[in-house]
Each structure stands twice: as structure tokens, then as C-alpha cells.
């Protein structure tokens, strides 16, 4: 089990420009998160799909935010445009109900300039 | 809405002295309750999760965590510190009704030699 898996590891972008973040969860998985962290803000929950439906994005910041699960093995979260204040940890995660917890990936880090 | 809360951003012990770092939670429901670590520049790893069998639930690397309904408190323990334990501790809660994990803010751990 390859578990989590998020690309790219490190994103640096320029204000402005268009940023897509990917993640695979793990296969069998029917839950996916993504959750957004920072030093100030700690780790905000912002979407979840549950069998490839968006469930709630109340967490989602704005409408720059975007974020699909086109099939059960592979998420996006698209931030146009990106901004300075975006600059966080992206982490992605996968599971199976709450009563098994859930498996984190390595994060992205955003950097946008 | 479920909510956690965490005492203490930093707690530092030394190394062979009891780790205790807390966490209070909110639900309207029955809760699942969970502590994650975070290692420097990694994502967020499974400790131990309860979910309504024992009240004391056992975790890796030691750690162990009580559920108190009473005190709505799941507060994290280990009997002896090692260096290898400094990191970042989440404790988080789910409802169950649906999958949402809430986090707390995180305590970081630090190990004085």
C-alpha cells in the first residue's frame, strides 16, 4: 500500500498564477479531505467528498478555491488566482468512516510570491 | 457541532518523565476521538483512536489516551519521554454522523535531555 499520495511536494508560484494541487487517495478508500495548514490558522478542514460527491465545503476560503474528484482515485484542489496568503501546507487525506480514522499524504507546500 | 480543544501550544518534559498533553472535546453525540503526530516536514500519522469499546485506548510508540465522558476530556499519556516522542500532537473528534475529523490546534512536544 503506497498509502496517500499528493503532488507536487513543493509549489512555488507567482501571485496571480493558476495552482493545482493532486492528490490519490488509497484504493478502497471512500472518504477524501482536504485540509489546509498554518502556523496562524493550525489545520482548517475545507472540502470532503464522500464516494466522489463534494459533502461540504463550507471550509473552502473563496471562490478562488475550487476543488473536483472526477473518479474514486484522484482529487484536485485548484486555487485561481493564487495569492500570498494562500502560502500554506495542502494535506490530503483518505478513509473509510470515522471509526478507522484516516490516512494523511506527505502535503504540498505552497509558496506563492 | 463537534469542537476540540487543546491545552498548551508547547509542553516541554524531559526525557524519561511522563508525557501528558491534553484535549477537550464537544460533541452532541457520542464522539470518535483520535490523537495524531506530526513529525517536522511530514504529514499527519494515526496514534490511537477511540471509538466507543474501551475507554482506555492504546496507541504506537507507547501512548495511551482515556476517554472520561464525565470530564469530555481524552487526554494523552506516555510513562517515559524519549527524544524520539518531540513532535507535534492533534487531537481531533468526529461525530460519526458523518465523516468530518475536527482538529484542535496542535501541542508541540519538546524533550529536554
Known amino acids: 500500500d503506497a498509502g496517500v499520495i499528493q503532488s507536487p511536494r513543493h509549489e512555488v508560484t507567482e501571485m496571480g498564477q493558476e495552482v493545482t494541487l493532486r492528490c490519490k487517495p488509497i484504493?478502497?478508500?471512500?472518504?477524501l479531505f482536504w485540509y489546509r495548514q498554518t502556523m496562524m490558522r493550525g489545520l482548517e478542514l475545507l472540502i470532503y467528498f464522500n464516494n466522489n460527491v463534494p459533502i461540504d465545503d463550507s471550509g473552502m476560503p473563496e471562490d478562488r478555491f475550487s476543488a473536483k474528484m472526477p473518479n474514486a482515485s484522484f482529487s484536485t484542489l485548484k486555487i485561481q488566482p493564487s495569492e500570498p496568503r494562500d502560502s500554506a501546507v495542502y494535506f490530503c487525506?483518505?478513509?473509510?468512516?470515522?471509526?478507522?480514522?484516516?490516512?494523511f499524504g506527505s502535503g504540498t507546500r505552497l509558496t506563492v510570491v | 457541532a463537534q469542537s476540540v480543544t487543546q491545552l498548551g501550544s508547547h509542553v516541554s518534559v524531559s526525557e524519561g518523565a511522563l508525557v501528558l498533553l491534553r484535549c477537550n472535546y464537544s460533541?452532541?453525540?457520542?464522539?470518535?476521538l483520535f490523537w495524531y503526530v506530526q513529525y517536522p516536514n511530514q504529514g499527519l500519522q494515526l496514534l490511537l483512536k477511540y471509538t466507543s469499546a474501551a475507554t482506555l485506548v492504546k496507541g504506537i510508540n507507547g501512548f495511551e489516551a482515556e476517554f472520561k465522558k464525565s470530564e469530555t476530556s481524552f487526554h494523552l499519556t506516555k510513562p517515559s519521554a524519549h527524544m524520539s516522542d518531540a513532535a507535534e500532537y492533534f487531537c481531533?473528534?468526529?461525530?460519526?454522523?458523518?465523516?468530518?475529523?475536527?482538529f484542535g490546534k496542535g501541542t508541540r512536544l519538546h524533550i529536554l535531555p
Open positions: 487525506a483518505s478513509g473509510s468512516g470515522p471509526n478507522y480514522g484516516y490516512t
Open positions: 481531533a473528534v468526529s461525530e460519526g454522523r458523518d465523516d468530518k475529523i475536527i
Open positions: 460533541s452532541s453525540v457520542p464522539p470518535y
Open positions: 484504493s478502497g478508500h471512500n472518504s
